[in-house]
Nanobody, 125 residues
């Protein structure tokens, strides 16, 4: 399984970005997916997760109301729509896939089987 995250960039506070993660798998809907981020000097943290069907999602409290996770199983792509960005959202964003529990929203980093390389998001004040 290969995951390729893209869509990061440098934006001003208050603007938006949409991250994408392309999965190179046969049946994308069999994978629960998640987004995590890691800021300089900090541990990697959970951002959002979605079930294989896309029917259930969860987002971290720190981004609730601003970020939305979604997926297009026909295109094998996971999305993270990030609105009203803040400087504290600056981080490398990673997508992750779990192949065991497609019906779960998984918030724990250790439960994911595959990781992309990450895409940098920088929000200036």
């Amino acid at each position: 399984v290969q995951l390729q995250a893209f869509g990061g960039g440098v934006v001003q506070a208050g603007y938006y970005l949409r991250l994408s993660c392309r999965a190179f798998v046969r049946t994308f809907s069999l994978y629960a997916m998640g987004w995590f981020r890691q800021a300089p000097g900090k541990e990697r943290e959970f951002v959002a997760a979605i079930t294989g069907s896309g029917g259930r999602t969860v987002v971290a409290d720190s981004v609730k109301g601003r970020f939305t996770i979604s997926r297009d199983n026909a295109k094998n792509v996971l999305y993270l729509q990030m609105n009203s960005l803040k400087p504290e959202d600056t981080a490398v964003y990673y997508c992750a896939a779990d192949e065991r529990f497609d019906s779960k929203v998984i918030v724990s980093m250790v439960e994911y089987d595959y990781w992309g390389l990450g895409t940098q998001v920088t929000v200036s004040s």
